[in-house]
């Protein structure tokens, strides 16, 4: 039987802000902040892997559904074998996964999620306007061609978006994403310190 990891889901468009909240709520012991993107990101772009990731992110297009499953797989397993994530003391906080219906299927056995947190901001250029400013600040090529990141918008409508279905509607919390970083983030915590206790 496949372990399976307690986790946090964070949901929303590109630019909501799940990558900062997620790495706010991985500063508390208790939890791990993993997101897929990092991991993409932080892939050699000589290798294999790294020139398909460049390929796919420059047309603000989805990696491929086995692939990214496969590199969250190994990615967790490495955090396992080095000590920087102890499943039965912490829980994941994931951001970024799972990126369509496909994935969804492929990670749940893999995955306890304990809720689906969704940021929710329906003011697109307001999330452009974020993600040009995180682009000059982080050096996020990807982010930089707004053409490339309302294309992002509309991969995410057509093929995140639906994510929320499989999941049952109990699983699910809004959180409005709209607002400052400490604004948004102290909705964020009101609901996990509602749904969850540590263990030690």
């Known amino acids: 039987m496949t372990e399976?990891?307690?986790c946090l889901l964070l949901f929303g468009a590109p630019g909501v802000g799940k990558g900062t909240q997620g790495k706010m709520l991985g500063q508390k012991a208790e939890f791990v902040h993993l997101a897929t993107g990092d991991i993409f990101r932080s892939l050699d772009r000589q290798?294999?892997?790294g020139r398909k990731f460049v390929e796919y992110s420059s047309r603000g297009e989805l990696?491929?559904?086995d692939l990214t499953v496969q590199l969250w797989r190994e990615y967790v397993r490495g955090l396992i074998a080095s000590g920087r994530y102890r499943p039965?003391?912490?829980v994941l906080v994931l951001d970024g996964i799972p990126r369509s219906l496909p994935q969804a299927r492929m990670i749940e056995p893999y995955i306890f999620p304990l809720r689906v947190i969704h940021l929710a901001a329906p003011n697109i250029d307001e999330m452009v306007r974020r993600m040009r400013v995180r682009s000059e600040k982080e050096g996020r090529h990807d982010d930089m061609d707004e053409g490339v990141v309302r294309r992002r918008f509309?991969?995410?409508e057509r093929e995140t978006a639906p994510?929320?279905?499989f999941y049952p509607r109990n699983l699910i919390?809004?959180?409005d994403a709209i607002g400052s970083i400490e604004e948004v983030h102290a909705r964020l915590t009101a609901v996990v310190a509602r749904?969850?206790?540590p263990s030690h």
């Open 163 to 165: 994510v929320l279905s």
């Open 88 to 90: 039965a003391h912490q």
């Open 195 to 197: 749904i969850y206790t």
């Open 63 to 65: 990696v491929p559904d």
């Open 4 to 6: 399976r990891y307690r």
């Open 47 to 49: 290798s294999e892997l």
């Open 173 to 175: 919390e809004e959180v």
């Open 154 to 156: 509309e991969v995410y």
